[in-house]
């Protein structure tokens, strides 16, 4: 079944569609998941993004639905990430994510969160749309997927090493975005 | 702002570069055929050298050259365009500037990885499967030399002729801390292909990507790219001080353009 069949299927209100999400997109929503949360929790994140899916589809109607419903998945294993003891978290990459764009902050760290939070989301969304393609897409990875360095590297037939670099450099660029936008 | 706010902000992503992001490299039909005739060259190239099939057609002092022989540093001193004896080591001392330690030249280098077409994009920096072997194998106690393909909108632009973006770019490169020559060979006085090329450690091939620029960049060991010059014909390396080809242009021949003084080591970021 094609996304645009299941998006169909939502706007009818038909609950297969939870159903050909689930064999869709299952188990690469759970796996995005787990980069932050435990195996549990993300099976538990995956079924809240679905329901989510459920209430927003219609009036919505994404035009990539594996992006949309992995973006619904991660939104809540982050918010579960936040909430949760440093023992239930995933402790996997997500962690190493975190640290990194912690170094980014480097203490500048406020309590201002909520208010920039919509905008803050727009900034990075032109800040990765302004970057070359390829750098954009290995920071997405990083950032948004918590992919390794070295599963990057396979992806693109780069080296890990490079990855690396290419991921600081790009860290750093975004500092001064956020600096220059005010945010910093 | 928290950290934890700055990861929850790569959620509002538009979906569209999300999906982006998963796609794997596009390989266009003709890179599957140009891929395919790689391999077939590189068959054919080594029955060529192993079966001593080339031995009849070079000069005397030029048998024996061998390419993408690299083994290990012997430690022994050669002059470009030197004999090899067949099966001996690829690689060539290399004189450092006196603020750079002694280390040898590796410039060919032979990867059983199959041959692939690496097209970078803009701002893309890629290594060769047999430098990345090379790397990988020797680390950071060497030199490579390498040839630097330089990329825009996926197109590859010409050494032969370069453009002002290119000499722009070569210039900030250089600014930067890598310092390309650009090789040309003659056949008959007529220039028969170019490239640029510069040395560096595996740390700072790999730093690379911090000094990239708009371009994209596709690095390769000398040996992959120039071999087919280099293995049949008698190689004199020409300083910067003898800007115009010499009148009595023998049959191929290296230029190197530019400085005679690499720059300092590149700036490398931190970690």
Same mark, same amino acid.
């Given at each position: ?32 998941a787990e980069r932050f949360v435990s195996p549990e929790d993300a099976q538990e994140c995956w079924i809240d ?136 | ?16 570069? +999300? ?65 090899? /004896?067949?099966?001996? @080591? ?15 030249? +590796? *410039?060919?280098? @032979?990867? &059983?990885?199959? %041959? ?26 060497v030199r490579y030399q390498v040839i630097l393909d330089l990329f825009l909108d996926e197109a590859q632009l010409? %050494?032969?002729?370069?453009? &002002? /973006? ?20 003659? &056949?008959?006085?007529?220039? @028969? ?17 911090? /000094? ?7 690095? $390769? ?9 280099? $293995? ?10 003898? *800007?115009?080809?010499? %009148? ?7 230029? +190197?353009?530019?400085? $005679?003084?690499?720059?300092?080591t590149p700036h490398l970021p931190e970690n």
């Open positions: 079944m094609t996304d645009e069949e299941i998006v169909a299927l939502f706007w009818e209100r038909d609950e297969q569609a939870l159903q050909a999400c689930e064999a869709a997109w299952g188990g690469y929503c759970r796996a995005l993004a679905l329901l989510r899916a459920w209430d927003a589809i219609p009036p919505e109607k994404p035009a990539h639905l594996r992006a949309f419903l992995a973006k619904l998945t991660r939104n809540l294993a982050i918010d579960r990430y936040r909430a949760g003891s440093a023992a239930k978290r995933g402790g996997g990459e997500g962690e190493a994510v975190l640290s990194e764009l912690a170094g980014i902050l480097s203490g500048r760290e406020t309590a201002e969160s909520v208010v920039a939070a919509r905008e803050l989301g727009e900034a990075v969304n032109r800040f990765v749309g302004g970057l070359p393609q390829r750098e954009g897409d290995v920071f997405i990875r990083r950032c948004f997927f918590a992919d390794t360095p070295s599963e990057i590297a396979a992806r693109w037939g780069m080296s890990t090493g490079s990855v690396k670099v290419m991921l600081s450099h790009t860290r750093k660029k975004l500092r001064a975005f956020l600096e220059s936008e005010g945010y910093l | 702002m928290s950290s934890e706010d700055l990861l929850s902000a790569f959620s509002s992503l538009e979906d569209g570069l +999300i999906e982006r992001s998963e796609a794997e490299r596009p390989r266009a039909s003709w890179q599957k055929w140009a891929g395919l005739a790689a391999c077939l060259v590189l068959l054919a190239g080594t029955v060529f050298l192993t079966r001593g099939l080339w031995r009849p057609w070079l000069a005397p002092e030029a048998q024996g050259y061998g390419i993408g022989e690299a083994s290990g540093p012997d430690g022994s001193a050669r002059e470009l365009g030197q004999s090899y /004896a067949p099966g001996e @080591k690829y690689m060539l001392s290399f004189q450092p500037p006196a603020d750079r330690p002694a280390s040898e030249l +590796i *410039r060919g280098y @032979k990867t &059983e990885e199959e %041959a692939e077409a690496l097209l970078p994009r803009n701002g893309e920096v890629l290594f060769s499967a047999a430098l990345r072997g090379a790397m990988a194998q020797y680390g950071d106690d010409p %050494a032969e002729k370069p453009g &002002e /973006a290119v000499r722009e770019e070569l210039q900030r490169l250089k600014d930067r801390g890598y310092w390309c020559s650009r090789l040309r060979f003659f &056949e008959g006085g007529e220039l @028969k292909a170019a490239y640029f090329s510069f040395t560096g450690t595996r740390r700072e091939l790999e730093a690379f990507s911090a /000094a990239a620029g708009d371009f994209g960049y596709l690095f $390769s060991l000398y040996g992959e790219r120039v071999g087919t010059y280099a $293995s049949d014909t008698v190689i004199f390396v020409e300083r910067p001080a003898d *800007r115009n080809p010499p %009148a009595n242009k023998e049959e191929g021949y290296v230029w +190197i353009e530019g400085d $005679s003084t690499p720059p300092a």
